[in-house]
Nanobody, 126 residues
Framework: VQLQASGGGLVQPGGSLRLSCAMS????????IGWFQKAPGKEREGVSC????????YYADSVKGRFTVSRDNAKNTVYLQMDSLTQEDTAVYYC????????????????????WGKGTLVTVSS
């Protein structure tokens, strides 16, 4: 199983970026992909999640209304569209896959991640 995160870079406050998480090495009907943010001096935390089986999503309060998670099943890729970026969004972003999601719905649970992608750095600065 491999996850490849990409799309990070330098962007001005108020700008947008789209992160991608390309997945390979597994074929399951039900899994969840979480996006996690590791900001300088802070613990890594989950900011978004999407579940493959029903498309259910989750957003942390800090990104709700600004970030949008989506998936392209044909490309085995999950995206995180990040709009209205602020300096507080500066972080390394990771995607992780949970291959045995419980119940229903989606939540970016770090302890449940089976495989991680390498992080991609997002820097929001003028």
């Amino acid at each position: 199983v491999q996850l490849q995160a990409s799309g990070g870079g330098l962007v001005q406050p108020g700008g947008s970026l789209r992160l991608s998480c390309a997945m390979s090495g597994f074929t399951l009907d039900d899994y969840r992909i979480g996006w996690f943010q590791k900001a300088p001096g802070k613990e890594r935390e989950g900011v978004s999640c999407i579940r493959s089986s029903d498309g259910s999503t989750y957003y942390a309060d800090s990104v709700k209304g600004r970030f949008t998670v989506s998936r392209d099943n044909a490309k085995n890729t999950v995206y995180l569209q990040m709009d209205s970026l602020t300096q507080e969004d500066t972080a390394v972003y990771y995607c992780g896959v949970d291959l045995k999601p419980p119940g229903y719905g989606c939540y970016p649970d770090q302890s449940a991640v089976d495989y991680w992608g390498k992080g991609t750095l997002v820097t929001v600065s003028s």
